[in-house]
């Protein structure tokens, strides 16, 4: 049976990106069926096969995943050969480490900067908790860089689940042009130009809905 994994908007759902992303990258197979945020009745929707009521979903027969590392770490069990985190030890435990930092942080800029894959790269400054988040991603990403990823133009070498924790924070970065060192602007040059990034954001400018307040030049919105 094919694995079913269910999404968000594409243009605004930075969870659902990241599991997206990791399984496309992997050349892992599988349905996506998209359900709009907010609108009427799709939580109801959801919440027919997640009890959180909340996506991504990754339905594998009758084993349901929901939430985005968690879905990876089911990932990266049922398809080693996929190498979703590195072989190492040293770095697979530092990948989980950034992979989690991730999951649980960066408050700051995911307030301030929603993802929205439609919204004109340009300069939009920001307050200094904001800034403290983005200098702390810039190295972390120089530094697992610099240690790990050697071989590869990402985290550790080949993109894995590390990278596809933080595809949306690369897509913020770039859409609100906030300053990176150039190392970091590399690392998000090759997330940007992988086919999966390519086919998501394609979508996601095509996609109808629009949500307020995740357009931060409201009532200007690109792409309707």
């Known amino acids: 049976m094919m694995l079913k994994l269910l999404i968000g908007n594409k243009n605004y759902s930075s969870w659902s990106l990241r599991p997206w992303i990791a399984m496309k990258a992997a050349a892992i ?29 990754l339905i594998d027969g009758d084993t349901v995943i929901w939430e985005s590392l ?9 398809f ?30 995911r307030k301030a900067c929603p993802m929205n894959m439609w919204l004109p790269p ?3 400054p920001q307050p200094d908790d904001v800034m403290e988040n983005v200098w702390r991603i810039d190295a972390l990403w120089r530094d697992c860089r610099a240690r790990f990823g050697d071989g590869g133009d990402f985290l550790f070498g080949g993109f894995g689940a590390a990278d596809a924790m933080y595809a949306p924070v690369v897509s913020r970065l770039h859409s609100y042009g906030l300053p990176v060192s150039a190392e970091s602007r590399l690392y998000m040059d090759a997330v940007m130009a992988l086919p999966a990034w390519r086919e998501w954001h394609d979508a996601a400018l095509k996609e109808p809905w629009v949500m307020q307040h995740n357009e931060p030049d409201w009532p200007l919105v690109r792409g309707v």
Do not use: C
């Open 29 to 57: 197979a599988f349905d996506e069926e998209l359900i709009p945020l907010y609108e009427p009745g799709s939580r109801e929707q959801v919440l027919k096969v997640s009890p959180a009521g909340k996506v991504p979903v």
């Open 70 to 78: 968690a879905i990876l770490e089911y990932l990266a069990e049922k």
């Open 80 to 109: 080693p050969i996929a190498e979703l985190w590195p072989a190492d030890m040293r770095a697979r435990g530092h990948a989980r480490v950034v992979a989690n930092e991730m999951h649980g942080g960066f408050q700051a800029l």
């Open 122 to 124: 340009k300069t939009r």
